[in-house]
């Protein structure tokens, strides 16, 4: 008997831009890095950031961190294909790595905030993929973020401050998914994940493939 996915079609598509969005400790950033653990495919959009690195964070793996000028730099030079402030820091998608992943098929992860959602949707809206991460209440939130302990009382005032600005903006996504149990949430991406992969319109390939089909 022929093992399951001996005989499997490879039928090429162009690579989605999967961008999941959050309020700081709602759980988008520990979803990311489950599907990038679950080796499904995904390979995160690395972002160019003016935040001080903290000490859980590896320069190049999950920002690359920048001076101010710099980061000017790139943004005037149209070096990125989104920008935003967030909480008094700038953060930026550079622009080559991700075009040429998509055309060679690959799918690309983005742990970004409505504003940079917001851009690239304006940009490229055939390609976004969109998840707005809720938390179940708002305590919740608080106790997540203080249970992480990287950052001050001050800025975790900050983020709360913010959170209820950011999640009205959950009506802009086209997927929005409650973190109340993260093997549940994380599911349930997974699941949009292997949906959108699956839409004739990201795989060019099946022109080629009907067309073998019927004649």
Known sequence: MAKPGANAVTIARRGLMLVISS???AGKSTIARNI???QIGMKLSVSVTTRQRRASEIEGVHYHFVSHK??????????????????????GTPREAAEVAMAQGQDMLFDIDWQGAQQLQDKMPADVVSIFILPPTMEELQSRLNRRAEDSAEVIATRLANARAEIEHWREYDYVVVNDDLDRAYSSVR?????????RDRRHGL???VNTLVS
Do not use: M, T
Request: hydrophobic share 45%; net charge negative.
């Open 23 to 25: 309020p700081s400790g």
């Open 36 to 38: 990038l653990e679950a």
């Open 70 to 91: 710099e980061f000017e730099r790139l943004k005037s030079s149209d070096a990125l294909l989104e920008w935003a402030e967030v909480h008094g820091n700038f953060y």
């Open 191 to 199: 699941a949009i994940v292997e949906a959108e992969r699956l839409r």
């Open 207 to 209: 022109f080629d493939f």
